[in-house]
């Protein structure tokens, strides 16, 4: 089975997930590294958003959020995770699953510098996925550390947002075909880290 994958796209799944961004990324007119995020609480109760993956290598796909977010706390007790890109504009989807570790402090706080200001000031005033009643409050919050950061060169990471990475197990590849006849195959990462490959029907 792997023979004939290989020999067509290649031993590395790494690697083409990263040329199908690349030719995504091309042609898609809106966020080609928005991924949906799967997780789930330690009883199984799964959720799901979307997510921006901002580094696909050997190691893992990692994303940035509030720790103490919902998919933050479920990363917590539950470190089973899973991603599906699916891009219109190539007809082609990848499914990702795995675990999910923590980035370094140091990896979370060079991207961090990386934001605009005002996404900056947006990760402070936001205790994200926690209730409010009204709107006001917000505005009110993003005014507050408008204020306190003022003229600061560097405005500092806040300590619950961090980064994570989903290291993959396995990665699943579909190309979308006429008459509902889709081109599938999955990697499957073996203990020695290598990776075998098979045909799914679709």
Same mark, same amino acid.
């Given at each position: 089975?792997s023979?004939? &994958?290989?020999?067509?796209?290649?031993?590395?799944?790494?690697?083409l997930?990263?040329?199908?961004?690349?030719?995504?990324a091309?042609?898609?007119?809106?966020?080609?590294? %928005?991924?949906?995020?799967?997780?789930?609480?330690?009883?199984?109760?799964?959720?799901?958003?979307?997510?921006?993956?901002?580094?696909?290598?050997?190691?893992?796909?990692?994303?940035?959020?509030? %720790?103490?977010?919902r998919?933050?706390?479920? &990363?917590?007790?539950?470190?089973?995770?899973?991603?599906?890109?699916?891009?219109?504009?190539?007809?082609k989807?990848?499914?990702i699953?795995?675990?999910?570790?923590?980035?370094?402090?140091?990896?979370?706080?060079?991207?961090?510098?990386?934001?605009?200001?005002?996404?900056? &000031?947006?990760?402070?005033?936001?205790?994200q996925?926690?209730?409010?009643?009204?709107?006001?409050?917000?505005?009110?919050?993003?005014?507050?550390?408008t204020?306190?950061?003022?003229?600061?060169?560097?405005?500092?990471?806040?300590?619950?947002?961090?980064?994570?990475?989903?290291?993959?197990?396995?990665?699943?590849f579909? &190309?979308g075909?006429?008459?509902?006849?889709?081109?599938?195959?999955?990697?499957t990462k073996?203990?020695?880290?290598?990776?075998?490959?098979?045909?799914?029907c679709?």
């Open positions: 089975m023979s004939e &994958i290989f020999e067509k796209y290649g031993k590395n799944p790494t690697i997930c990263q040329n199908w961004y690349e030719e995504a091309a042609l898609e007119p809106n966020d080609p590294e %928005a991924v949906t995020l799967a997780t789930a609480t330690k009883d199984g109760q799964p959720s799901v958003r979307w997510v921006l993956v901002k580094e696909m290598d050997e190691r893992g796909f990692k994303f940035h959020t509030n %720790a103490e977010s998919k933050g706390r479920e &990363i917590a007790e539950n470190p089973h995770g899973a991603l599906c890109f699916y891009w219109k504009s190539t007809r989807q990848i499914r699953e795995g675990q999910i570790e923590e980035a370094s402090a140091e990896e979370s706080d060079q991207y961090f510098e990386t934001r605009p200001i005002e996404r900056q &000031i947006g990760a402070w005033a936001s205790k996925s926690t209730p409010f009643e009204h709107r006001e409050e917000l505005e009110a919050a993003v005014q507050k550390y204020e306190e950061f003022a003229g600061a060169d560097n405005i500092p990471r806040p300590p619950y947002w961090k980064g994570f990475r989903l290291i993959p197990t396995s990665i699943e579909w &190309i075909n006429k008459d509902r006849l889709h081109e599938r195959f999955i990697y073996q203990d020695d880290g290598s990776w075998t490959a098979q045909w799914l679709p």
